[in-house]
C-alpha cells in the first residue's frame, strides 16, 4: 500500500521504533511525520519511507484536515493516535 498524508504509519527502526505516528507529508522518498508528543506539529520527523511501516489509513476529520492543509493541532493528533492504539490495543495503556 502506497504511504500517504493522514496515514498512521510505524517506526520500524531508529531509536524511535516502534511509535505511532500520523503522516502529514510525503516529500519524495521522505516522510513527515509527527505524534503531537514527543514530534511536535511545528517540528515533524523527517523519515525515509523504507523505515516505517503502514499501520491504518485515518479517514476522520484529521485526514481531511490534513489534505486541505487547515491547520492541526498537537492535541488533535494526540487524539487521534490515542484512539486508534485504544481500538487496536485495547488492554494496553500509553
Known sequence: MDITASN???SAAGRDSGKLFVVLAVEG???LLADGKSRKVESPK???R???RF???DGGRLSKQ???EAGI???ELRRTLAAFR???YPDQEG
Request: glycine letters at 4%; aromatic letters at 4%; proline letters at 0%.
Open 29 to 31: 522518498e521522505y516522510l
Open 55 to 57: 499501520v491504518a489509513q
Open 46 to 48: 523527517r523519515k525515509k
Open 8 to 10: 498512521i504509519v510505524m
Open 73 to 75: 493541532t498537537n492535541s
Open 66 to 68: 490534513i489534505k486541505g
Open 50 to 52: 523504507r523505515h516505517v
Open 86 to 88: 485504544k481500538e487496536v
